[in-house]
């Protein structure tokens, strides 16, 4: 997915406890007519783990004639997570991969130098409408791996191991977490589950990463007795435990990791610890010199203008 820069305000008063150093709310984007909710990165800046960006696409349900693709874009430096909770989308990129995505599936496309890929909805969905729900969140790579060669990796709804404890259900999409281990390949150590609670469900949130978060998909938790609401990601204090529990039904995203070595910037869809290299990249787009999506390349993205934003540096947690 294409990257505007979109400041999000954060809740400071979650400083005060003890469990949550922040609550960081997202700021509601339209495009295309799908609401777009930009939790990182936030007005603080940081990074939790290697996510360095996280959007809530949705929940929409298109019209006839409504849905919007996105069109070829190009990334380095990262790698995308794509994972939807309704609808489905068609992945294309420059290495010829093409699938499409569903429901509790997982697209894992790492860009390392360079990559092109597309995001586009079905004939069925641009002509009868449909729904979209989902997250796609972007993770940084370790230094030593942002020139990795591009790759791409899809795993089913059903290669994702699930673990259910009575009213508590989790998908471990990445590393792992509740004793089991996800099939998809990570660049450093991190986590990324999805929760699903009835009403009374509950569990622990121990500190085996060093960067914890939790982002509320739908209905409303307590942590350690305070209550929150959807649509918010609850940063956790570093070697703090929490106990998290819904008197409704909800669902929620656990993720985290190891933090990275130093500062990485954020230009456009680019991620660098090196200023210089973005620039490159900017400069390789604009002349044409990535490598273009085979089945899908009448069209693109053209890059901003460079006055259009500075590159963002992006800190690890202190």
């Not at 960006?53 to 949705?58: A, E, I, Q």
């Not at 929409?60 to 790698?79: K, N, T, Y």
């Not at 009835?198 to 509320?216: I, K, Q």
């Not at 990249?281 to 259009?308: M, N, V």
Request: aromatic residues 8%; glycine residues 12%; negative net charge.
């Amino acid at each position: 997915m294409s990257f505007v820069p979109c400041p999000d305000p954060v809740d400071d008063a979650a400083a005060r406890r003890d469990g949550i150093e922040t609550v960081i709310v997202p700021r509601a984007r339209d495009i295309g007519g799908m609401e777009v909710g930009r939790v990182l990165p936030s007005a603080h800046g940081q990074m939790i783990g290697p996510f360095i960006f996280f959007d809530r696409m949705g929940p929409v349900r298109f019209s006839p004639g409504q849905a919007e693709d996105v069109r070829p874009h190009p990334h380095i430096g990262l790698a995308t997570v794509t994972y939807l909770f309704d609808g489905a989308m068609i992945h294309r990129d420059s290495l010829g991969s093409e699938r499409t995505i569903e429901p509790g599936a997982v697209n894992l496309m790492t860009a390392g130098r360079g990559i092109v890929h597309s995001e586009r909805h079905g004939g069925e969905v641009k002509a009868h409408g449909g729904a979209l729900f989902g997250i796609q969140s972007w993770v940084a790579l370790p230094k030593d791996k942002e020139e990795m060669p591009p790759g791409f990796f899809h795993a089913d709804a059903t290669a994702l191991p699930t673990v259910s404890d009575g009213p508590v259900s989790a998908r471990v999409v990445l590393g792992s977490a509740f004793g089991a281990t996800s099939p998809v390949p990570v660049a450093s150590p991190c986590i990324y589950a999805e929760v699903t609670l009835a009403a009374g469900g509950h569990f622990p949130v121990d500190p085996v990463h060093e960067d914890r978060a939790l982002f509320t998909v739908s209905g409303e938790v307590e942590v350690d007795g305070t209550s929150f609401p959807a649509g918010e990601m609850l940063v956790i204090r570093r070697g703090a435990s929490v106990s998290v529990r819904a008197a409704a039904p909800a669902r929620l995203m656990l993720l985290g990791g190891a933090p990275l070595e130093g500062p990485r910037y954020i230009w456009w869809n680019f991620v660098s610890s090196d200023l210089e290299r973005l620039n490159a990249a900017k400069e390789d787009w604009r002349q044409g010199r990535f490598t273009l999506i085979p089945s899908d390349h009448d069209e693109f993205i053209p890059a901003p203008e460079d006055g259009a934003g500075r590159p963002r540096p992006q800190m690890p947690r202190d």
